[in-house]
């Protein structure tokens, strides 16, 4: 995170610093308009990077740093030395989310030195999805005007899911440092898996549609250890992952998420056994958990008494099964599927070791 000075910022600017919040995903034409405009309005940018700190998906499939390293490159040196960013996890959750926002910004203000800058949130309300500009009444709202018909989503499918002949259209609409840092990505393997599971997850679609599906979620804990699998298929394939899966058509809930971690780890302990050790259970219903649509989860902790964890072997959907110390939970997030990092933390909270 860049430190600046005061004399870094131009003192004809209406504020001293603005907040510039996105996925970039990619970072386009549009994005860099918009960027252009905080930095006329203000001496400094300060720009927000959420979905930071997860494993690559089809949706998200650029590191934060690397979104950095995109922005970056389209400015002259004088502008970098007054963007700063902030990269922020997605929590599924608005209140954690926001009030992450805000720890974000204020530690990049320290690193400002102005104790009461004059701030402000910078953004255009494209459409629902730019609700999240709503939750920061505390700061002034300028409204910044549409920087042309461009979307991350459909680059994104011209990028993945279409043939080579789309990526000249997608090159267009992406500033050309950009366009030249993912023709070099494009030749690499994070692209060939990228483009996989975005093809599966169009398949998927196409045959069962988007939702609302209900699935579950068996997070297991013995001796300070948690079970976790390594998946076999798209999405997230070879990602780290809590057994799960689909409720069948009569199961119960509970009794659904004992069958899956069964099926996908072998764990040879009796149902009775598991429901006694049953300790916490929590639904995560984010319209954006999934990329598969509008997925519902329902996940159950069981902590088993035993001195030592049950021997385990994947199956099913996994390719692997797996006992990790608990503590080791906060160095995996970017290895760890889709939103299992927020319900482990949820679940096993303090415990885990992950931020909160």
């Known amino acids: 995170m860049n430190v600046f000075s005061q004399a870094d910022c131009p003192m004809t600017t209406p504020y001293d610093a603005a907040i510039l919040i996105g996925r970039f995903q990619p970072f386009h034409n549009g994005h860099a308009a918009l960027l252009r405009e905080t930095l006329s309005i203000a001496g400094h940018a ?121 990526w000249p259209r997608a090159r267009m609409l992406l500033p050309p440092a950009v366009a030249d840092w993912i023709a070099q990505w494009r030749q690499g393997i994070v692209f060939a898996d990228m483009q996989e599971e975005y ?76 429901h006694a050790a049953l300790r916490a259970a929590a639904v995560f219903d984010h319209p954006d958990r999934s990329q598969r649509g509008r997925v519902i989860t329902h996940a159950y902790w069981f902590g088993l008494p035993h001195p030592v964890p049950p021997a385990v072997q994947g199956g099913d959907d996994a390719a692997e099964a797996r006992w990790f110390p608990i503590e080791s939970l906060a160095d995996m997030e970017e290895t760890l599927a889709g939103d299992h990092a927020v319900i482990l933390r949820d679940l096993l909270c303090t415990a885990s070791g992950l931020s909160q």
């Open 199 to 274: 093809q599966a997850l169009e398949a998927g679609k196409a045959q069962w549609g988007t939702g609302p599906f209900i699935t579950l979620d068996a997070v297991v804990t013995a001796a300070g250890r948690v079970l976790l699998i390594r998946r076999k298929y798209p999405p997230g394939k070879n990602l780290w992952a809590i057994p799960g899966g689909f409720l069948d058509g009569r199961e119960r809930l509970l009794q659904g998420a004992i069958r899956e971690l069964k099926e996908e780890t072998h764990l040879a302990v009796p149902d009775a056994e598991l």
């Open 46 to 166: 300060l720009v927000v990077i959420g979905s930071a700190f997860h494993a690559p998906t089809a949706k998200n499939p650029f590191s934060w740093e690397q979104r950095a390293e995109m922005i970056t490159a389209c400015f002259s040196e004088a502008d970098r030395q007054r963007i700063c960013f902030i990269p922020i996890r997605d929590y599924f959750d608005d209140a954690r989310w926001a009030a992450a926002v805000e720890s974000g910004v204020q530690d990049a203000l320290r690193k400002l030195g102005q104790p009461a800058p004059r701030l402000a949130l910078a953004g255009f309300q494209k459409d629902d999805s730019t609700y999240y500009l709503r939750l920061f009444p505390q700061w002034a709202f300028v409204e910044l005007p549409r920087q042309g018909d461009i979307d991350a989503t459909a680059i994104r499918r011209m990028i993945l899911g279409e043939p080579d002949a789309a």
